[in-house]
């Protein structure tokens, strides 16, 4: 493959001014840069990137660090991220740490050493390294990894009040939901503090079964699930994220439960699959396009060295009607 | 941050000792190696990785270029194949073209500047550069990118005859399949070509309707089954793809076809949302994590320079038995 030698040496110009017409910098004439342009189209040369980012010190690529690929609100998540930053010029390298959970520290490292210009995650601190030494961009999405990291979510506060909303028009007085257990207070954790709050409040029983967050596979949510399916004979209101409530619901009809007659059901995240269900799921949608574009909006700020970052940013959410709650049996979507 | 120049100034030693210590290449004495070793780690000296990236003339990047991340079927490839790259110390760049098709040019020209090592692409053919010009390693899942380029797929013709064989067992006269209409025979499309050869060969009607095989949002697939959601009437058995599948038993539902009593429904792909459906969808598998092993396979060949690439690779497929048939009305899932 030609390199910017034979270029240079076709165009009969220095490898400085080949170099400065690529990279589109400092003046040349018109002359000059036809000359070194016919030689470039003439020889299939290529500027190697490679060399590039190491004069520029950065490697336009950021990273996305995400629980399991597979879980339909890391891939559309990913996949909005990788879009928008597409469209500010740079490249997505992912790390799915399902399998291997020690990645984190691997993935760290790769930001380290100028592998990436910048972290996003998805994944719950768990690593060896001290956060506060990696100098280098890092955003969060709903997890929390200490102060120095932007933290941006969903107004979980007001997802768990439109739940509560719901639950108090339908007349419910015994709700179950299912909450990740958490160490500490992350804002997720928010949505089912807070239906809880008001639905006491209002005089209705609330029961809160505490699972894994950490793990998101098919087969766990389905255990869960099958686990408490008798549960759902005690209460008239069920909330939890979508894929739990799609067992929900699978459990409650084949126990011949009838929903939303005799049981309301509500998820949480808006995925593609609340609609292939019968009645459509009823669920407090997060903002995903949304979410994406604010991580790579910060994350771009910190790239650029800016000082005008929050450490906290909150994105709206929605509410889909589905079937699963009487208010409407048409889906929106 | 400390740089080469820092360490081998404070071990007393030249920049190409430190160089050749950090890779692990070449001769140096046990107590040279602790200086060097104990200056890193008092100045918290790391190896710039772009540095090395050039002096290699390798990233250790490989490209994934899929269509929708979204669908779940790209979203677990893209894990497998991430997860064993990793193994293999090799990362992943990820390109979703969905919103803008020209992007699969942007990406092929990121491989021919040495930002990545090799591409996977799961992409039809939609590119003005000359594939034979691209002098890089290329794999291909399931689409035609010419001779040079490694196409892997699932064995579809034995998917289509597992599907023959079912609805041959369940005495289905009237068959109505989904398929995507392509300009060329790809191996994906055998399936749909050998049901119809086997069911018309027992004297059974086929009737196939081709859609966009480029399109596979969920609004595109709903809108599909919607407006052929009358045709389930004169069918006895429905083969499509397991998100049209998941729309046409909805479909069903709605006007009273019973699944799978007057009507059996059977999948393609074995999708985690089918076990959500009640009664869980019937399903001829895609073994996803042997297609991403066989991919990285084939890549990490090529990366070495290896001739002994086949043009194409087969994985098996298996078969899911759901409730949509009344083979087995229990998921193995």
């Given at each position: 493959?030609a390199?910017i030698?034979?270029?240079a040496l076709?165009?009969g ?12 910098s ?6 000059t840069r ?6 470039v ?7 190697n990137?490679?060399a590039?980012?190491?004069l ?7 990273g996305?660090m995400?629980p ?6 890391f891939?559309?998540?990913?996949k909005?991220?990788e879009?928008e930053l597409?469209r500010?010029g ?5 790390c799915?740490v399902d399998?291997?959970p020690?990645r ?12 990436m ?7 719950d ?6 956060m ?17 990291v932007p ?10 009040e ?8 339908e007349?419910?007085?015994k709700?179950l939901q299912?909450a990740p257990?958490?160490n ?17 409040n209002q ?9 894994d ?6 087969d766990?949510?389905?255990k869960?699930a ?9 209460a ?6 979508d ?11 084949q126990?011949?439960?009838a ?12 995925l593609f699959f609340g609609?292939?269900l ?6 407090v949608?997060?903002?995903i396009p ?5 991580c790579v909006e910060?994350m771009?700020?910190l790239?650029?060295?800016?000082t005008s970052v929050?450490?906290e940013?909150?994105?709206d ?5 589905g ?5 409407c049996y048409?889906?929106?979507?």
């Open positions: 493959m390199n030698r034979d270029v076709m165009a110009v220095g490898i400085g001014t080949v170099s400065r017409i690529m990279n589109g400092g003046y040349t004439s018109e002359e036809q000359k070194v342009m016919d030689a189209n003439t020889l299939g040369y290529r500027p990137e490679l590039r980012n190491l520029q010190n950065r490697s336009r690529i950021v996305v995400v399991d690929l597979t879980h339909p609100f891939s559309a998540l990913t909005y991220i879009t597409y500010r740079y490249r997505c390298l992912i799915d399998q291997t020690m984190v520290d691997d993935f760290l490292e790769l930001l380290q050493r100028n592998v210009d910048g972290l996003i995650t998805c994944v601190r768990m690593t060896e390294k001290d506060e030494d990696i100098q280098r961009p890092i955003v969060s999405i709903d997890r929390d990894w200490g102060e120095n933290n941006i979510h969903s107004d979980h506060i007001k997802g768990g439109m739940v509560a909303d719901i639950f108090m028009k007349g419910c007085r709700i299912f257990r958490e500490q207070t992350i804002p997720l954790l928010m949505r089912h503090q807070v239906l809880e709050r008001i639905m006491k005089g209705a029983e609330v029961k809160t079964i505490y699972i967050g950490t793990k998101m596979s098919k766990y949510v389905k869960i099958s686990k408490y399916a008798h549960c759902l004979f005690e008239d209101g069920v909330f939890a994220s894929m739990l409530a799609a067992y929900c619901m699978k459990y409650a009809g126990q011949g439960i929903v939303p007659e005799r049981l309301k059901i509500v998820g949480y995240d808006g609609d292939f019968e009645p459509p799921l009823t669920t949608c997060q903002d949304k979410l994406a574009f604010q910060v771009m700020k790239i650029q060295g800016g929050e450490s940013y909150q994105v959410v929605f509410l889909e009607k079937g699963t709650t009487t208010g048409h889906s929106k979507k």
